[in-house]
């Protein structure tokens, strides 16, 4: 049967998960996980909640799926060691750089790749094998079909969201929090800017980025028969009622292999929904599926109350047990309790007396220690012997019943052994003698003019499908020497394989080949096309140990995360040619959902739409390959007057992203930072590059 992961925002809601049915729980650690805003453990708590899963058979996962920095990954290593020591299952990671420390320092811990990891085909759950782990959670945005083919042919296990939250973004892909608030979500600190109102045609009582919560409780079926191994229930945010309320539902749906019924429905919409439900990415069909949070529910709080008096009085969660019961003369009374699992505890107590009257019996001592109520256990088997003549008082009995429990927990709660390496070390960079190299990325076939081929930039990043379509223009730039690499989309479904595969070959045989991408399985994929390959910032490069990870895994170069501070990058150990953007809107959101259409109401994504805040900041919106949408920056990164700084960060390159800008832009841009002009735009922004995140 699958596994039901559900979510554990705090000591209580670990209670009210395991209670409710949960066979496995997540929980966040101290900085170093997603929801940061959860009010998460201390070590203690930590420690007692890991016991009390592990007595009660349930798994416990521990999130530690942020970005680090380079003076963080010692702490976020030690947090992996208290987990792994406290005997948890597996460790969810984000951070290429820390999943490899992890690997290395706790080489028997299971890892599983975050969804923050955009997993989002078999090729990323591949490279997630390659990588050393066990179980991938994949993208919120697949469809069934795209599930089962991913779950058939993975070489590790497959984890689906099956309820809660949707992000409007791509996980792991969102910068627009970090952006426009400084809060990372990527850092575990999203301030959830896609549930505010935005202005689309004129109309700011709208909420286009804002998704009904995910429901896919009468899909469970489905799921499993696909080969996924593991669904979770997302809410880490939300209260332990909530957690108990959905845990028990789908935990009812999945063991008695049923639909929900109608009262569950409704019970799963009071709990907490955004307008109703959504199956849009699991069907396929998305054209409703936006919702915002409504009133409370009158009948929520008795709702709770109800949840809340279910899982805090007594023990609904009982472990199978057997028990024999020996009672000899002149010996202590002994007992044995053996589980499922191969524990098994020992305990002796009193010596009996012997009888005046009629003495023990096999039956009164079964019945004695079947009294398990209130513990953790449900006795299915109890055998007793006794010789004929003894006796022991009720209480000498109970008080064995209670060591030998005890003692079980101890056997159960017990943490697997598991070797402990040598903390990775900071990996030795080596300075560079040379200038940065000057990088062109263009959006459009019309910013690829001989003018800005004039300006001899040493590499030009230009769309795998515009490259394809308008090869021709290139030859202005390939004849000043420049290196064209193709950029492959920031999301690939296996759907889309083919056709990517297939244009990166028709490239190659015309003569490019370097691949500029920012995924591992997209990685897998051009290097299977014949491309070397070239990290972008979707890789999430936010540390040393990540930079280098990338160098082994054979790129050519990577670029440091926007979300950095340029004094961070600056102390990068550059094992691997490093490249930052210096200019450009940066890209805020990726995403299946298509807000132009949204916006004028039909399909015109070759006209670019606008969005505007309550601020008044204007936000383009693109298309992206697959019809997917990508949000840009209201203002554009501008430090061509920071040359000292750029020149100081030890940069192999400066890449100068143009995405709305017109032609003659994009060349005047150009020529600031090469010192040709002292053009500067209206509106601009330094980015994170001196403020950094939280």
């Known amino acids: 049967m699958m596994e039901l992961l559900s979510p554990a925002g705090?000591?209580?809601?670990?209670?009210?998960?395991?209670?409710?049915?949960?066979?496995?729980?997540?929980?966040?650690?101290?900085?170093?996980?997603?929801?940061?805003?959860?009010?998460?453990?201390?070590?203690?708590?930590?420690?007692?909640?890991?016991?009390?899963?592990?007595?009660?058979?349930?798994?416990?996962?521990?999130?530690?799926?942020?970005?680090?920095?380079?003076?963080?990954?010692?702490?976020?290593?030690?947090?992996?060691?208290?987990?792994?020591?406290?005997?948890?299952?597996?460790?969810?990671?984000?951070?290429?750089?820390?999943?490899?420390?992890?690997?290395?320092?706790?080489?028997?811990?299971?890892?599983?790749?975050?969804?923050?990891?955009?997993?989002?085909?078999?090729?990323?759950?591949?490279?997630?094998?390659?990588?050393?782990?066990?179980?991938?959670?994949?993208?919120?945005?697949?469809?069934?079909?795209?599930?089962?083919?991913?779950?058939?042919?993975?070489?590790?296990?497959?984890?689906?969201?099956?309820?809660?939250?949707?992000?409007?973004?791509?996980?792991?892909?969102?910068?627009?929090s970090a952006l426009i608030g400084q809060r990372s979500g990527n850092r575990g600190m999203c301030a959830q800017p896609c549930r505010l109102q935005y202005s689309l045609g004129g109309r700011m009582d709208d909420h286009p980025l804002s998704l009904r919560d995910n429901c896919l409780v009468d899909h469970l079926q489905e799921l499993e028969e696909a080969g996924v191994a593991c669904v979770k229930i997302e809410g880490r945010m939300k209260r332990p009622e909530y957690t108990a309320i959905v845990t028990k539902i789908y935990s009812n749906a999945l063991k008695e292999h049923r639909q929900p019924t109608p009262e569950e429905m409704e019970s799963l919409e009071k709990a907490f929904s955004r307008q109703g439900f959504t199956q849009g990415y699991f069907t396929g069909d998305k054209q409703d599926m936006y919702g915002v949070r409504g009133e409370a529910d009158p009948d929520s709080e008795r709702l709770f109350t109800l949840a809340r008096k279910g899982?805090?009085?007594?023990?609904?969660?009982?472990?199978?047990?057997?028990?024999?019961?020996?009672?000899?003369?002149?010996?202590?009374?002994?007992?044995?309790?053996?589980?499922?699992?191969?524990?098994?505890?020992?305990?002796?107590?009193?010596?009996?007396?012997?009888?005046?009257?009629?003495?023990?019996?096999?039956?009164?001592?079964?019945?004695?220690?079947?009294?398990?109520?209130?513990?953790?256990?449900?006795?299915?088997?109890?055998?007793?012997?006794?010789?004929?003549?003894?006796?022991?008082?009720?209480?000498?009995?109970?008080?064995?019943r209670r060591n030998l429990i005890a003692e079980l927990n101890e056997q159960r709660s017990h943490p697997p052994r598991r070797r402990v390496g040598v903390i990775p070390s900071k990996p030795k960079g080596q300075p560079r003698g040379t200038d940065p190299v000057m990088i062109f990325q263009v959006l459009t076939a019309e910013q690829l003019t001989p003018e800005l081929a004039a300006l001899r930039p040493q590499y030009l990043y230009v769309p795998m499908t515009v490259m394809a379509e308008s090869f021709e223009l290139l030859a202005p730039f390939i004849e000043q020497g420049t290196v064209p690499v193709a950029v492959l989309p920031r999301v690939i479904t296996d759907s889309e394989t083919k056709l990517v595969y297939d244009t990166l070959v028709g490239?190659?045989?015309?003569?490019?080949?370097?691949?500029?991408?920012?995924?591992?399985?997209?990685?897998?994929?051009?290097?299977?096309?014949?491309?070397?390959?070239?990290?972008?910032?979707?890789?999430?490069?936010?540390?040393?140990?990540?930079?280098?990870?990338?160098?082994?895994?054979?790129?050519?170069?990577?670029t440091a995360s926007f979300e950095l501070r340029l004094a961070q990058i600056r102390d990068l150990s550059k094992t691997l040619d490093t490249e930052m953007i210096v200019y450009g809107r940066l890209p805020l959101m990726v995403?299946?959902?298509?807000?132009?259409?949204?916006?004028?109401?039909?399909?015109?994504?070759?006209?670019?739409?606008?969005?505007?805040?309550?601020?008044?900041?204007?936000?383009?919106?693109?298309?992206?390959?697959?019809?997917?949408?990508?949000?840009?920056?209201?203002?554009?990164?501008?430090?061509?007057?920071?040359?000292?700084?750029?020149?100081?960060?030890?940069?192999?390159?400066?890449?100068?992203?143009?995405?709305?800008?017109?032609?003659?832009?994009?060349?005047?841009?150009?020529?600031?930072?090469?010192?040709?002009?002292?053009?500067?735009?209206?509106?601009?922004?330094?980015?994170?590059?001196?403020?950094?995140?939280?």
């Open 507 to 558: 490239l190659f045989d015309r003569g490019i080949n370097e691949a500029l991408v920012g995924n591992l399985g997209h990685a897998m994929l051009a290097r299977a096309a014949g491309m070397y390959v070239r990290g972008d910032f979707g890789l999430n490069v936010f540390n040393s140990l990540t930079l280098d990870m990338i160098r082994q895994a054979g790129f050519l170069s990577a």
């Open 10 to 176: 705090s000591p209580e809601a670990v209670i009210a998960a395991v209670q409710n049915g949960a066979d496995a729980v997540y929980m966040g650690m101290g900085n170093f996980n997603a929801r940061r805003g959860a009010k998460n453990f201390s070590d203690e708590e930590f420690e007692r909640a890991v016991r009390y899963c592990r007595i009660r058979g349930c798994k416990v996962y521990v999130t530690l799926n942020t970005l680090v920095n380079d003076r963080e990954v010692e702490s976020a290593l030690k947090s992996a060691r208290l987990a792994s020591e406290a005997g948890a299952d597996a460790i969810l990671v984000q951070d290429l750089g820390l999943a490899a420390a992890i690997r290395q320092y706790l080489p028997d811990i299971p890892l599983h790749a975050s969804t923050q990891m955009s997993i989002h085909n078999l090729k990323g759950a591949e490279a997630a094998a390659e990588l050393g782990m066990t179980r991938a959670v994949l993208a919120r945005e697949l469809s069934l079909e795209q599930i089962r083919f991913i779950a058939k042919n993975s070489p590790i296990e497959t984890e689906v969201f099956v309820h809660g939250a949707l992000c409007f973004c791509h996980s792991g892909q969102c910068y627009m």
């Open 311 to 400: 899982y805090s009085e007594g023990e609904l969660r009982r472990v199978p047990v057997h028990f024999y019961t020996v009672a000899e003369k002149g010996q202590p009374i002994k007992a044995i309790a053996f589980d499922d699992d191969g524990n098994k505890a020992v305990t002796a107590g009193r010596v009996p007396e012997k009888a005046r009257g009629q003495g023990l019996t096999a039956t009164y001592l079964t019945e004695q220690m079947f009294k398990t109520g209130g513990t953790p256990y449900n006795c299915v088997e109890n055998r007793a012997q006794t010789d004929p003549g003894l006796y022991l008082p009720a209480a000498a009995i109970n008080e064995l």
């Open 591 to 694: 995403s299946d959902q298509c807000v132009i259409s949204h916006s004028s109401g039909r399909c015109s994504c070759q006209t670019p739409a606008q969005m505007a805040d309550r601020m008044g900041a204007v936000f383009p919106v693109v298309k992206e390959f697959g019809c997917r949408n990508v949000i840009y920056n209201a203002h554009k990164l501008f430090l061509a007057d920071k040359k000292e700084d750029l020149y100081a960060a030890n940069l192999w390159g400066m890449r100068m992203l143009f995405t709305t800008e017109s032609p003659r832009e994009c060349v005047e841009v150009a020529k600031v930072y090469l010192g040709l002009s002292d053009y500067q735009p209206n509106v601009l922004t330094r980015g994170l590059y001196y403020r950094g995140v939280e």
